[in-house]
């Protein structure tokens, strides 16, 4: 018997026939998962269980594909509780997402694309996920890059009732409210176990009263049951506000054995238990001798390739000029570039939309010239980084150039698993971190960030750009705004000057350090803004040591230069100048990165932030540090 | 007139006398308050003057003065929206704790006490914030510090509106609902401005329906008022559950021209408008003249020495032996110890207490033995891992020893932020990673904490311990539990073998790599149990390449053995391996700290994971990223 098509609800309600294929289908799907971790002897067989009608509800009645599903104008899905993969695997196949047979084969066997966790590998999966509390946030992303693209599409967001309790669920569901995402569905599945027993034990939580406390539609739902599922999601959103479907459910449900046991959570059945199972289901237990026997061959089916999303339709406009001495500080360059670029481009409808993000911090981070130009793209999140901070990765593969500005402490070091959960899902977040290093005024040492290096350098994907001055930030922002993939631009508080090296037809390069001053006695190597301070440095030396230095600025710590390190190497010693703990920055990269090319680097001394620094001006915060341009001076002759 | 002792409520209700001179020392706090932030041209008038009355009445009431302050058995203050320091000091300039000429001239200035954010440094902060969100799980920390110690003292958090999006206080509100933590008492100012304008505007929030949702009393009140103040605080707790006052104020209170706009949250006002607050607060504008004159000379105060916390005193019992192959998972040792240490502590007054939390992974982190030996000293969670890191923190410094055992993506690259803010405030956290680098089972990428030594390396004080086998996570377990400060334990999932080396009488000593083969022809360095599988690389040298290599095991990656390197140096090409990022883990820290120290390293090679890792068995994943046994020797090869 084959699936009815259901996509985008084409009947009132199911009827009988209809019915009785999805349950012969969620039969077939429950034991293609347990074989799936069984076979694979690893998994969660019960959440898989619990969830099936609402896997099988959702990829059933979505405007989600297999032909569609590489596109962007129809529904998202996120499956948050994404533990649950082997049912969701084994949903997809029975919609035509994915071949049964290689994923019960294949279920966390390494190279396959049925990886433990849902990954975008494999159609269908719109959000790899894994760790809890992410999801809803995921699925607000998607909902405002269709509102911003002008699409009509759903997001389907399902999730676990365990982890309900993450804070960052509540952040999202907050957002959604005010922004009144009527097409986000949210289904929770509330079997009231999980690993540790009873929910209502483990950590009690009254779910309908925290959606209603936050504005959502809450309905309750047997999770269960087809046409109930199919009535309630097709009634969704139409009172006009979000809405969650809290689904009862057995955990294990029509597992026998398995039912409501917390031990099965994690757990696969034995050889005998799943032979029981699946029995009951109406197969046959050959259906894993056959599984574990194509097993000893390796994956064929890889997934479908995920890359980072194309690079945005812009227009980027001309660069501003900055001339002078503390002609602006960087986070106002940066300010006034994406104004600019925002009005370009603000509802062209061959542009790729910017949404711009804000956390209640609009007049430090400098995005109210955005507003005003292009006030439908500003979004106020209030203060809720961890959700912005994943609903900006979806956004993005969803077709807008989100930008989030943002102090650095919570732009990246509260949010770091967030910003690491985009970089494995190839995101194309745009994160403006504008308080970085000891540059953020009096505030003191819980504000300076002096880890965003160091942090940004445990991924794989993420550019990394720290301007020199606001004229290279102006040509690094309309840079970023038109380059694929997660970016993150990061600047100082201060006002600085305006240098004549990165005005006119100056466009600035990723990866390539720039020589301020050039001498034969050795060199200094600064991260953005400190090569300002490391040029004072450098005409300390000129003038009180009759020492000649190059200065290169350094503003892509991540991808040092190895050609202007070559030629740094030949001429004296150097020493490393940045604003970032000193063992994680800039300094410490390039000595890695000579090693492992080779290059001699006979003296070389790395300035930087050794402990937490003090609450004061930034100049004075810099002299306790040691990296004043006295300082650098200092350190330079130090390290002859 | 000298203010009242209120500490304890001496009285049943303030008398007309006692209210005078409350209302007298409010004007004085806000005339200090306002002259700091004037004479600093920084900081935040607006909230500070909000919540005037309720840091006033806090720190009058609370069992906690000048002479107790450094002592644990009396009440603790978390001040949670840290950016309204200038109150705070001159709230507690008026209880005797601090000095008020000094913070008015020094307040926000290089190498003052006297910090733009609070800190510990200050006597009568308990906890260094700023960063919102994180003080309510402070205070529940502290709440189960003086349950755990038997003490009844009451804990206080003060917290603003903004702030309360935040997804980690709904997480803090219901462990301390589920704990029945009656002696927390939260207060929020509820002025309903924030930066970005009205509170209802920026990002609704129904507070009284959130904090009823989680369980708590909730109490609204006036928040200028003193009586009401004073009942509401004397009152609270008493019908069972934490109790939160919602405290109506008005931002800016009493300061002319301020009252209601958001602008005032973080600027001082212009001198007229200064002294036209002052002259209207009763007091003369020269007040800012002699800050200003003052501040000229540099501060005096620097604030009370903040130490981590002292030594446990905790029995450490004798270590278990394991030899043979695969004779125990990592995780399942400092199981083991960790029950074993817990039963000999368990119950003894003269001991300091082992809590140990759990964020529902109890059977997979190995917690079990504890929870059986120890019911009362266990806490289950639930999954709210951004309060257990920061509530961790604060029982640390308040009297127990705290154990959270976690995964490792959970533990750290989660809650980096929250562990930054622990190692600010010099706690003394035990985090356990029970699931680090590529050895998570089949679970994949998401779960794969292949940067947790990166991460660490971005603090000052945390130390960080990675064992080899069974035998020495035994024994660094025991040392972890009765050494003070920031420690982090990680290890794997897999069985492993039992290495001689670390049985009988071998004890665990920080930063010592400990050598497990000689060889003339090169070296292995080699992090934990990856030492393991390059005993077995060395093996296949010796006999398919006829050369001898050295293998080193590091278990302190952030403290690397100088010795050892430069022994190695000396012959032949030396190569890391680790199952950690490549780029920020153990061989990227040997090659900075080789450089530093000017030992020369001809011929390096790093290995390690350099893309996020597949979903399959460890040994499977390892061999796909090249660091299998097999891999490392050919890699050894390469390096030569």
């Known amino acids: 018997m084959s699936l009815p098509v259901l996509n985008n609800f084409p009947v009132e309600h199911l009827n009988d026939e209809q019915l009785s294929s999805l349950a012969a289908a969620a039969k077939r799907a429950r034991v293609a998962a347990l074989t799936m971790v069984t076979a694979a002897k690893s998994g969660h067989p019960a959440g898989a269980f619990s969830s099936m009608e609402m896997f099988m509800s959702v990829f059933g009645v979505a405007n989600l594909t297999p032909k569609n599903c590489d596109s962007l104008d129809r529904d998202f899905v996120v499956v948050s509780h994404g533990h649950t993969s082997a049912g969701v695997y084994a949903a997809l196949s029975e919609w035509g997402f994915v071949d049964r047979e290689e994923a ?20 269908g999966i719109d959000w790899g996920t894994g760790n809890l509390g992410q999801g809803l946030s995921a699925g607000v992303g998607f909902a405002i890059a269709q509102r911003a693209n002008g699409r009509k599409g759903r997001v389907y967001v399902l ?3 365990g982890g309900q309790t993450k804070g960052q669920i509540a952040e999202a569901r907050r957002i959604a409210f005010k922004e009144k995402l009527t097409n986000v569905v949210a289904l929770v599945d509330w079997n009231n176990i999980q690993i540790s027993g009873d929910r209502r034990k483990v950590m009690p939580c009254d779910l309908p009263a925290l959606w209603a406390a936050d504005g959502w539609e809450v309905v309750e739902c047997d999770g269960h049951s087809f046409p109930k599922l199919y009535d309630a999601l097709k009634n969704a959103g139409k009172n006009g506000k979000p809405t969650v479907l809290l689904c009862h459910t057995i955990i294990g449900k029509d597992g026998l054995g398995m039912e409501d046991i917390p031990d099965y959570h994690g757990k696969p059945p034995a050889r005998e238990m799943y032979d029981e199972i699946v029995k009951h289901l109406g197969d046959s237990p050959e259906v894993l001798d056959k599984a574990l026997a194509r097993r000893k061959t390796p994956p064929v089916y890889k997934g479908r390739k995920v890359d980072f999303p194309p690079a945005p339709s812009i227009e980027t406009g001309k660069p501003f000029d900055y001339e002078g001495v503390k002609v602006s500080d960087n986070r106002g360059a940066f300010g006034k570039a994406l104004a600019d ?3 370009l481009n603000y509802g062209k409808a061959d542009k790729t939309p910017i949404i711009v993000f804000d956390c209640d911090l609009m007049p430090s981070v400098m995005t109210k010239g ?17 959700c912005v901070a994943t609903m900006s990765g979806t956004a993005s593969i969803a077709g807008v150039v989100p930008v989030w500005a943002e102090f650095g402490v919570f732009g990246i070091d509260e949010v770091f698993n967030q910003q690491r959960l985009n970089d494995i899902n190839h995101a194309g977040n745009k994160t403006v971190l504008t308080h970085v290093g000891l540059d953020v005024g009096e505030d003191g040492k819980t504000h300076q960030c002096i880890d965003y290096v160091g942090l940004m350098r445990n991924m794989f994907g993420w550019k990394l750009v720290v301007p020199v001055d606001p004229n290279q930030t102006d040509r690094a922002t309309r840079w970023m705004l038109k380059t694929s993939g997660d970016i993150c631009l990061a600047v100082g508080r201060s006002k600085v000057d305006g240098l004549k090296e990165f005005t006119g037809d100056y466009e600035f390069e990723y990866g390539k350090a720039v020589k301020l001053r050039s001498g034969k006695d050795g060199s200094i190597f600064a991260l953005g803004y400190m090569a300002q301070i490391a040029l004072k440095a450098a005409e300390i030396l000129a003038k009180e040591n009759n020492l000649e230095v190059s200065v290169y600025a350094v503003s892509s710590p991540l991808a040092p230069d190895m050609e202007a390190l070559k030629e740094a190497a030949k001429s004296g010693p150097i020493i490393t100048v940045e604003d970032h703990h000193v063992d994680t920055g800039m300094g410490s990269i390039m000595i890695i990165e000579a090693a492992r090319a080779g290059i001699a680097l006979p003296k070389i001394k790395t300035l930087g932030v050794d402990h937490y620094g003090a609450s004061g001006t930034s100049d004075a915060v810099r002299v306790e540090m040691g990296i004043s341009a006295e300082g650098i001076a200092a350190g330079f002759l130090k390290a002859r």
Chains 1, 2 share one sequence.
Do not use: L, W, Y
Request: charged share 20%; proline share 5%; net charge negative.
């Open 341 to 343: 670029v925002g009005k």
């Open 159 to 161: 999730m676990g009732d």
């Open 104 to 123: 019960m084969a294949h279920f966390r066997n390494c190279g396959s694309a049925f990886q433990g966790h849902v990954t975008r590998e494999v159609p």
């Open 370 to 386: 955005f507003k005003e130009n292009c006030p439908d793209n500003f979004i106020q999140c209030g203060i809720q980084e961890h």
